[in-house]
């Protein structure tokens, strides 16, 4: 079931399209199911279908065409490593190896306190800061040394209280 308050965001991003192209608004209603739940269910999908008078299948196309949609639930922290060539080449895969072996979980995997998701991204338009990351979407890290990695995850584990 979907909330007023969600019934209302979604409102104002199809009131941005002509009435006959209320599709256009899929992205938007997919980062606000996110951004209210922090991951799109199966169920999400068709309630924004519904909404959108969309095909289900139409919305999932989206959610799993980018990978800025969590699909399942994540940890707190995403941290999205670049993995696309030029990150590579400056170290991109050295800095997904160290996080695997600080946080103790793989690429695709979330810590058992719930604190951190590790996820290969494609690139992120940071090429000359490889190797690069983007914490929750939002906040992105250039130039990630092993000691910058571990500046990192020490703060966010101290912004939760946690060692």
């Known amino acids: 079931m979907m909330s007023d308050a969600t019934k209302a965001r979604f409102d104002r991003e199809v ?3 002509p009435p006959d192209q209320k599709q ?14 922090g991951w799109v269910s199966t169920e999400n999908e068709r309630l924004i279908a519904d909404y959108l008078g969309m095909a289900p299948m139409a919305v999932h196309e989206v ?3 980018y990978n800025m949609y969590n699909l ?7 941290l999205n490593v670049c993995t696309n ?10 800095a997904m190896a160290h996080l695997e072996k600080t946080l103790g979980i793989h690429a695709g995997e ?3 306190d719930g604190l951190f998701t590790l996820q290969p ?7 000359a800061d490889a190797p690069v990351l983007l914490v929750n979407d939002r906040h992105m890290c250039s130039f990630m040394s092993d000691e910058k990695l571990d500046q990192l995850i020490s703060g ?4 939760e209280g946690a060692q």
């Open 85 to 94: 060539l030029p990150c590579q080449l400056g170290g991109g895969a050295q």
């Open 24 to 37: 256009s608004a899929v992205m938007a209603c997919l980062s606000i199911v996110q951004q209210e739940q």
């Open 156 to 159: 966010l584990k101290q912004a």
């Open 121 to 127: 991204s494609e690139c992120q338009g940071a090429c």
């Open 63 to 65: 959610s799993t065409f």
């Open 72 to 78: 399942k639930p994540v940890g707190k922290y995403k």
């Open 110 to 112: 979330t810590t058992s």
């Open 15 to 17: 009131a941005k399209y």
